[in-house]
């Protein structure tokens, strides 16, 4: 990726107008894409490896649906044309053909379904589109998802300040390179399974901010606490309920305080805080994110997934007045990341069940979006002036291995 973050006002306000031409061209591609991949797999199961043609004519479609689902998303500015263009902002780089099991090739489509619904939760589709509630395949623009979220405020950042916010671009660039993962190995272009790991979005650096998580899971997931999960969180969303309840009388208190003095008083601010942390900690239990059963009180490091919020300090009187409404656009991106959170949390119950432990991928892209949820309620209940951080970035994390981290991105 090689994008500026600079937006052209006129062609951002007529960008799905200007972008019509495209998707006739990708419905296109797609067509022909469909045809090339059925052949591609008898050859496939008879001889175990793809014609270099056919790999290359699907590895084009690829990176043309991708460019053009970066163009939908303003993850880059320039028209992505009819075909892929070798020096457009956003590439996909794809590896020649390669041997591959005749079982993983016979069974594509079945074990390629999960990549597809996270991909759709991501929302960064711009040709084949995931399967819906009919259960058919069609052509799709993929608007939707935290990607599509992250679009639409986009578009209107973008209009204001000619240019994309880098969190929201970062957003789209992942939720587009995961998307081309899923279709490489739907379209048979390779064996290795799409990762879900933020860190294949590019090197990425979270600014500072005083809401922060630091993640110190060690993926292990006992299976009896992750085939039961759903019942025994069901005491902390009793006691989440009734925590909301009292954090929302603090929080009107903490807005006519705050109105007068510029800054939240100490001691609303450690209640929230604890309740901002605690609804964190329920989020990583129910979502596998964290494998521990949490506590009740929100004490500070007290789960492997930790909020830290900074003390409290003053805030302009014009952004405490209007904080509901400047916190509407972090509140719906973070039901975009819920989307997300979710859609990993299920494909992850299954693969703790079979194996004892949760992907690191689907673990990591699950901390970011309880990151950036912690961000926009930190924010809208007055505890920090700092608008909540986009990117699916994560920082402090527990790495492992050069050699486990290797093999789980597929390098």
Not at 347 to 374: E, H, N, T, V
Request: glycine share 10%; with cysteine.
């Amino acid at each position: 990726m090689t994008d500026d973050l600079l937006r052209s006002r006129a062609t951002v306000f007529f960008r799905l107008i200007l972008v019509i031409p495209a998707w006739i061209a990708l419905l296109f591609w797609t067509i022909g894409a469909f045809f090339v991949v059925i052949g591609a797999w008898f050859v496939l199961l008879v001889r175990g490896r793809c014609s270099d043609g056919m790999h290359e004519f699907l590895a084009s479609y690829v990176r043309y649906a991708i460019q053009v689902s970066a163009y939908i998303h303003l993850v880059a500015n320039p028209w992505p044309g009819f075909s892929p263009k070798a020096d457009y902002p956003v590439r996909v780089e794809i590896d020649g053909p390669v041997a591959q099991r005749g079982r993983s090739v016979f069974f594509r489509l079945f074990l390629a379904l999960p990549a597809l619904l996270l991909a759709g939760a991501t929302g960064g589709s711009a040709g084949l589109s995931v399967p819906r509630r009919s259960g058919r395949y069609g052509f799709g623009s993929g608007v939707a998802g935290a990607a599509g979220i992250g679009a639409v405020l986009g578009w209107f950042a973008c209009l204001a300040r000619g240019r994309m916010p880098r969190g929201l671009r970062d957003l789209g660039a992942y939720s587009v390179g995961y998307t081309a993962q899923a279709y490489a190995y739907l379209l048979l272009l390779t064996d290795r399974y799409p990762s879900a790991d933020p860190r294949l979005a590019g090197p990425q650096e979270l600014p500072p901010h005083p809401v922060r998580l630091e993640l110190t899971d060690d993926l292990q997931r006992p299976r009896l606490l992750v085939a039961f999960r759903l019942l025994l969180v069901l005491p902390h969303l009793v006691w989440l309920a009734l925590w909301t309840v009292a954090a929302f009388l603090a929080v009107v208190a903490a807005w006519w305080v705050a109105l007068v003095t510029g800054r939240v008083p100490d001691t609303v601010h450690r209640f929230l805080a604890a309740y901002v942390r605690y609804a964190a900690h329920v989020g990583a239990f129910l979502y596998l994110v964290g494998g521990p059963f949490p506590g009740f009180v929100g004490a500070e490091r007290s789960y492997p997934i930790a909020i830290l919020i900074g003390p409290p300090e003053g805030q302009r009187r014009s952004t405490i007045l209007f904080r509901v409404f400047l916190a509407f656009p972090a509140l719906l991106l973070a039901g975009g990341y819920g989307g997300i959170a979710w859609t990993a949390a299920v494909l992850g119950w299954f693969y703790a069940l079979a194996r004892g432990r949760m992907p690191r991928g689907l673990r990591d892209i699950g901390a970011s979006a309880i990151r950036y949820q912690a961000q926009a309620w930190a924010y809208l209940l007055l505890l920090t002036p700092a608008y909540p951080y986009s990117a699916p970035t994560l920082e402090n994390t527990a790495e492992p291995h050069d050699e486990q981290i290797a093999l789980e991105l597929g390098v």
